[in-house]
């Protein structure tokens, strides 16, 4: 790996880490400011509204600059508002801190993906951004679990300043090792702008927030199916949280080399497509421990493999707006994480099971199936129309 690959791989690691951890120590952190467990909750909803907002707004405000300078600037927002969370000295001032602390999420995979794609070799772009993107997959293997860990058994506050210095790391790596760029953006925000005045814009955006609501369907609750249905310990969880993110890591980088070999648009269909049917299948073998455990890793996998493709096929469509049309991909992710929490709790609240976010997921990866095949039509007529204008 490429040493200025790598510090995208850094900061995809830290992010990873921050968004997912909190889930794992939301009781912990609840205990220590003496409020409720929903309370907690909105400590997650907090990062999630940053990152929808910050990935537009950050890029906005920085598209014009260099990519090193605006990956600087975003890990220094990201290591100063960790930091601060893990001296908060109260609930709303760490809810604060979670919602800056997201803003540079977005904008960051949205940049990194680009640049990812720039270092690489031709007809390698995908596996360079899913090289950035196993950051992120590691996070969930190794990163989670141990902040979680040290969450419970030490202090929650420690794992926020561990969180800190990976930003701190991330921001001297790309100081020192990232190649100097030259700035793609030179029309403004408001021409980068015109990208979201086409449909086919708008499609891929249904595409991400409906198809990977399907994933958050499943992993928003995978802790009671787990407990309830499979019948596990809770102190198995941890480690089939590790069997996950091993799938997840496996996953990211299949899912660069398909999206390399065929297209972003029909790998991201095809992967869609098995995430309902790993879906519809852990319903039905949800009481059984072994197959139970094997979906675990199954459905890790084909979620994390959709990541680089879909990112592809954002960056792909928006030529002149790539790096905003990536940071909004990015905000697409937590809509569609947002989205699946909400609907994959519906059937839970109304006692149909642990294991019935399954069937909702599964109906939203279909739905993200058939978006797809809709932005195919629509990008092939395009094509069409403008092969007769050529024509004439």
């Known amino acids: 790996m490429k040493k200025s690959v790598l510090t995208l791989t850094l900061g995809g690691f830290g992010i990873g880490m921050t968004e997912f951890v909190i889930m794992g120590i939301l009781p912990d952190i609840a205990k220590s400011l003496e409020i409720t467990i929903p309370e907690a909750g909105h400590l997650v909803s907090a990062y999630a509204l940053g990152v929808v907002v910050g990935a537009p707004l950050l890029i906005g405000f920085t598209g014009s600059k260099p990519p090193k300078t605006?990956?600087?600037?975003?890990?220094?927002?990201?290591?100063?508002?960790?930091?601060?969370?893990?001296?908060?000295?109260?609930?709303?001032?760490?809810?604060?801190?979670?919602?800056?602390?997201?803003?540079?999420?977005?904008?960051?995979?949205?940049?990194?993906?680009?640049?990812?794609?720039?270092?690489?070799?031709?007809?390698?772009?995908?596996?360079?951004?899913?090289?950035?993107?196993?950051?992120?997959?590691?996070?969930?293997?190794?990163?989670?679990?141990?902040?979680?860990?040290?969450?419970?058994?030490?202090?929650?506050?420690?794992?926020?300043?561990?969180?800190?210095?990976?930003?701190?790391?991330?921001?001297?790596?790309?100081?020192?090792?990232?190649?100097s760029l030259a700035v793609t953006n030179t029309k403004g925000l408001l021409s980068e702008l015109k990208f979201f005045t086409r449909l086919d814009a708008w499609l891929i955006v249904a595409v991400i927030a409906v198809g990977?609501?399907?994933?958050?369907?499943?992993?928003?609750?995978?802790?009671?199916?787990?407990?309830?249905?499979a019948g596990f310990s809770d102190d198995s969880i941890m480690y089939i949280l590790?069997?996950?993110?091993?799938?997840?890591?496996?996953?990211?980088?299949?899912?660069?080399?398909?999206?390399?070999?065929?297209?972003?648009?029909?790998?991201?269909?095809?992967?869609?497509?098995?995430?309902?049917?790993?879906?519809?299948?852990?319903?039905?073998?949800?009481?059984?421990?072994?197959?139970t455990l094997i979906s675990t890793f199954v459905t890790g996998a084909i979620a994390f493999a959709m990541l680089s493709p879909l990112q592809m096929?954002?960056?792909?469509?928006a030529k002149g707006?790539?790096?905003?049309?990536?940071?909004?991909?990015?905000?697409?992710?937590?809509i569609g994480n947002a989205l699946g929490a909400y609907l994959g709790g519906l059937p839970i609240a109304a006692g149909l099971g642990f294991n019935s976010p399954e069937w909702v997921g599964a109906s939203l990866a279909i739905g993200g199936v058939l978006v797809s095949f809709v932005l195919m039509f629509h990008l092939k007529r395009n094509r069409e129309i403008r092969l007769q204008a050529v024509e004439a």
């Not at 890591?249 to 995430?275: C, E, K, T």
């Not at 096929?313 to 469509?317: G, K, P």
């Open 70 to 179: 605006i990956l600087l600037l975003l890990m220094v927002l990201f290591t100063v508002f960790n930091t601060i969370s893990a001296f908060a000295p109260s609930y709303y001032m760490l809810l604060l801190s979670r919602f800056f602390s997201g803003m540079p999420h977005g904008a960051f995979f949205g940049v990194g993906a680009v640049v990812a794609g720039r270092l690489a070799e031709p007809g390698k772009e995908a596996r360079s951004v899913s090289l950035m993107f196993a950051g992120l997959t590691i996070a969930n293997l190794i990163g989670v679990p141990l902040g979680t860990f040290i969450g419970h058994h030490i202090s929650w506050r420690i794992t926020f300043m561990i969180v800190g210095v990976i930003g701190l790391l991330t921001t001297t790596s790309i100081r020192i090792w990232m190649p």
């Open 212 to 229: 990977t609501g399907g994933f958050f369907c499943w992993y928003s609750y995978i802790a009671p199916l787990l407990t309830e249905v």
């Open 242 to 291: 590790v069997l996950a993110g091993l799938g997840m890591v496996i996953g990211n980088f299949i899912g660069g080399r398909l999206a390399d070999r065929y297209s972003p648009l029909i790998s991201s269909a095809g992967l869609l497509f098995a995430m309902a049917v790993s879906l519809t299948i852990l319903f039905f073998v949800s009481h059984n421990q072994v197959l």
């Open 313 to 317: 096929l954002m960056i792909n469509t």
């Open 321 to 334: 707006a790539e790096m905003l049309a990536a940071s909004v991909s990015q905000a697409s992710f937590n």
